[in-house]
């Protein structure tokens, strides 16, 4: 696996596999079906099944687990800021001490309707009391909490407070913003990538994978690179510098065939060396870090095109980027099933933790993936998923018009498998589709938060 940064590889082997691999437009046609559209809707729907002895049931997406996470926390942030507009306005004059109870704050009906989700009773107060100590805006009294003030101000300090309100808030705007695209390359979640002789993919995409990554590999290559500087002409007009240089020293002059003393300059795509007047030299620096006008000049168009690069790269490499912890749970997948390959798109499903899998074992009269290895790779998907892996264990889910394997795999470990339209039979676009996340998610940099020791969310 690698993580989803741009990175020179050599030219993957083909996957060792007993059939042809499906055709390369499979993947490309389901993009803009009304069938996977349907997938979150159809699953949505399906009961949560008995327990077995299989893996857990994927129910709740990793993007509405942690969104959940973050509005739990902005509610209770507004709720504290809720109890501190009431406490101010009961405590009148700054200075006084204050003190409250959550049987006071339950007790006012007012207060009460600004609270989310509106207390019952002194119990359900508590998680926005803790999270006001957490923040230094009250502490533990003797007969309830004791407001902190503000040594300069004699209000109560909710300076760490206000901060946390406004960090997580914006947070949970662009989470949810980026989780409603169901986008790969603009995850929620930290991404890598799936081996190309594991990736399902059109051959156009394949296509463009290699040459995104070519030309960021021609603008990383431009930016180590040199710059011969020249001095200007007779006349006193500047001369052009000469870019692409590919060492850093000059080379000793020698004269040529007229007797001119020239240097030879080894430059990138020329096909011999480009001779200069010794003369006209003026010295060579490197394109990262040289100080002349046309060299800062060159290096600021040359980091703007690396940019570009690295977005196309990104966006080429989209149909084998999954979250990191899927890349790792379908290496592992391999090593115990070796008939199939995978790819996504951009709003599919669950996003960076959805999977497209294309079987290579053959079709039944029925137009399915035949039953028996069909069986078996659905086998292998609950075993990988209850092993403890580096990310633990997996939860998992499929659609696929099967009735037969939907009995088969839900006599064996529960109601896993529902139906959508174009999930097969063939020609209507066989495929199957899986949902997989961890047991326990773990939020990253990319996520933009982690839970802290106290339970608290931090942003990153």
């Known amino acids: ?24 437009h499979q993947l490309m046609q389901l993009q803009t079906t009304a069938g996977n559209q349907a997938v979150t809707a159809m699953l949505g729907r399906s ?3 008995l327990a077995r002895a299989g893996a857990n049931y994927a129910k709740t997406s990793p993007q509405a687990e942690m969104s959940g996470v973050l509005h739990k926390e902005v509610d209770l942030l507004n709720n504290a800021k809720a109890i501190v507009a009431w406490l101010r306005a009961k405590r009148g004059a700054p200075g006084t001490a ?13 207060l009460v309707k600004k609270l989310t989700p509106k207390p019952k009773e002194e119990g359900d107060v508590q998680p926005t009391l803790d999270l006001m100590v957490y923040y230094g ?10 407001g902190v003030l503000d040594k300069d101000t004699g209000d109560l300090d909710t300076a760490r407070l206000d901060a946390a309100t406004g960090e997580i808030t914006a947070l949970t705007k662009d989470f949810d913003e980026r989780a409603a695209k169901k986008d790969s390359v603009d995850p929620v979640s930290m991404t890598g990538l799936l081996d190309q002789s594991l990736a399902a993919g059109a ?8 040459a995104a990554e070519q030309a960021l590999a021609d603008v990383e290559a431009q930016l180590g690179e040199h710059v011969v500087l020249r001095t200007p002409d007779p006349k006193g007009k500047a001369r052009p510098a000469i870019t692409r240089v590919t060492v850093d020293k000059l080379p000793a002059a020698a004269p040529n065939a007229k007797g001119v003393d020239v240097i030879a300059l080894p430059v990138a795509g020329a096909a011999k060396p480009v001779e200069v007047a010794a003369d006209e030299v003026a010295g060579i620096e490197a394109v990262s870090s040289g100080a002349s006008a046309e060299t800062a000049k060159l290096r600021t ?28 749970f379908l290496e592992r997948l391999r090593t115990r099933n070796t008939t199939w390959v995978g790819g996504t798109y951009p709003t599919h499903d669950w996003g960076e933790f959805s999977v497209d899998v294309f079987l290579n074992v053959g079709e039944d009269s029925a137009g399915f993936y035949k039953i028996g290895p069909t069986e078996t790779f659905f086998d292998a998907i609950d075993a990988t998923a209850q092993e403890d892996g580096k ?41 199957v589709h899986l949902d997989l996340r961890p047991d326990k998610l773990q939020p990253d940099a990319t996520s933009g938060f982690h839970i802290n020791q106290s339970g608290r969310v931090e942003t990153l």
């Open 137 to 146: 805006v009250l502490k533990a009294g003797s007969s309830g909490f004791d």
């Open 203 to 210: 051959a156009s995409e394949k296509k463009e994978d290699k």
């Open 1 to 24: 696996m690698r993580l989803h940064v741009p990175e020179r590889e050599s030219e993957p082997a083909a996957p060792a596999v007993a059939a042809a691999l499906p055709q390369p």
């Open 391 to 431: 990310w633990g264990t997996f939860q998992w889910r499929a659609v696929y018009n099967d009735d037969r394997m939907i009995k088969t795999i839900g006599d064996k470990y529960g109601k896993r498998i529902s139906k959508a339209p174009h999930h097969g039979p063939s020609p209507d676009k066989l495929h």
């Open 98 to 110: 204050v003190t409250v109870t959550a049987g006071q704050i339950v007790g006012d009906a007012a």
């Open 301 to 328: 168009a040359l980091q703007a095109k690396l940019e570009k690069a690295k977005k196309r790269v990104a966006r080429a490499q989209g149909y084998r980027t999954f979250a990191v912890e899927v890349v790792e």
């Open 47 to 49: 009961a949560r099944p």
